[in-house]
């Protein structure tokens, strides 16, 4: 994989771009994507931002967010846009099942592969250009370096503030994570120079749900919460009835996982969700309980040292006793 930094000579000539990121994208997702998507419009190329799957409807007020094309929606005009591209970016994600059914489209796609991301063990050989960088907050703190670093912040506009922002906030847990670091805040400072409107961000995204999702939030709570104090770990397990009982729509789980960890000396929070086609994990901790390794290694998943997630074909109930069998091995650090 070749730097990045080779690829700022090319950007003034005009090409055709696919812009891709992981399936059901989240606010660094669809954020980093609409921001490049944005940004590389300014100098002519001709740009398409494809999402995997659908995504949630709190996103909608993204700006470019009406130009995205949904893969499973639009399996061949996807397939056309491929295979006339030059250039494929892959964005918040580093190895390609992580777009689900798309993964073999752009696994056999012969145009040039662009990996920009944040997340670990990066599934290099597959990408001729990148940056992969663990260091960072969020794929959008990586687009907006790509801008700076190219000599092109003067192209950032508010709706790339917008975007970028969104991307960022989510991914520090609004700006409360380690990885919130100095450099973060100065980007942000720029960003309100060109005109972010970072109350309206926080609205869109944290204060556009339906009340269902919180009456949902407050039975998951209340009854699907499992804290076991011996191991400093709460879980919390979604059945396929809650989701119908409460009306639940994609991005509607989003951050539940995190409401476990205010309890005092909780270290690892762990959601499992009863999906159609599996059984979905997240895992967040606070502190040196690394996640990533642990879902990696029993939830065929992965993502950061703080928050990572993961899947099961196995049944519901099965998992979640496989889940109370494997925190036995970490009873030590789980403790500490
Ligand atoms: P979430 O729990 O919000 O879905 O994901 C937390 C983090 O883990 C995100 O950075 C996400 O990209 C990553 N992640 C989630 N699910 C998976 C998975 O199945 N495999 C891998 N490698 N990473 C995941
Ligand atoms: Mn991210």
């Known amino acids: 994989m070749k730097q990045i930094q080779e690829l700022y000579p090319q950007l003034a000539t005009p090409r055709k771009v696919v812009i891709t990121t992981h399936q059901k994208p989240d606010a660094d997702a669809m954020g980093s994507s609409l ?34 094309v949904d893969y499973e929606l639009n399996k061949e005009k996807t397939a056309g846009l491929l295979a006339e591209a030059d250039w494929l970016f892959c964005l918040d994600f580093n190895i390609f099942h992580r777009t689900k059914n798309l993964a073999p489209l752009l696994a056999a796609a012969t145009c040039t592969k662009i990996l920009i991301d944040h997340h670990q063990e990066p599934d290099s050989v597959n990408f001729q250009y990148g940056i992969s960088d663990t260091a960072k907050s969020s794929t959008c ?10 000599g092109n912040e003067d192209k950032i506009d508010i709706r790339i503030a917008d975007c970028l922002y969104a991307g960022v906030m989510a991914d520090t847990g609004s700006f409360r994570f380690p990885s919130a670091h100095a450099g973060v805040h100065r980007m942000v400072a720029v960003l309100k120079e060109k005109g972010l409107q970072h109350t ?13 999702r919180l009456r949902f939030i407050g039975h998951i709570l209340m009854n699907r919460m499992d804290v076991n104090y011996e191991y400093n770990t709460a879980l919390i397990s979604i059945s396929k ?10 991005g509607d789980t989003e951050g539940l996982v995190n409401y476990p960890l205010s309890i005092q000396g909780i270290k690892m929070a762990a959601l499992v969700i009863d999906r159609d086609e599996e059984r979905k994990w997240s895992f967040r901790s606070k502190g040196d309980f690394d996640v990533n390794t642990f879902a990696r290694k029993h939830f065929e998943g992965g993502g950061h040292y703080n928050a990572a997630g993961g899947r ?6 099965d998992t979640v006793s496989n889940f109370k069998k494997v925190i036995k091995e970490y009873k030590t650090e789980l403790q500490s």
């Open 35 to 68: 921001a490049l998507y944005h940004f590389l419009s300014q100098f002519g190329h001709e740009i398409t931002v494809i999402s995997p799957t659908n995504w949630a409807g709190w996103l909608n007020w993204m700006p470019g967010v009406d130009t995205v």
């Open 141 to 150: 703190e990586m687009i907006f370096d790509f801008i700076s670093n190219s």
């Open 200 to 212: 309206k961000v926080h609205e869109n995204i944290y204060d556009n749900f339906l009340e269902n």
């Open 241 to 250: 009835k809650d989701l119908l009982r409460y009306h639940i729509r994609t």
């Open 312 to 317: 099961s074909s196995e049944s519901l109930d």
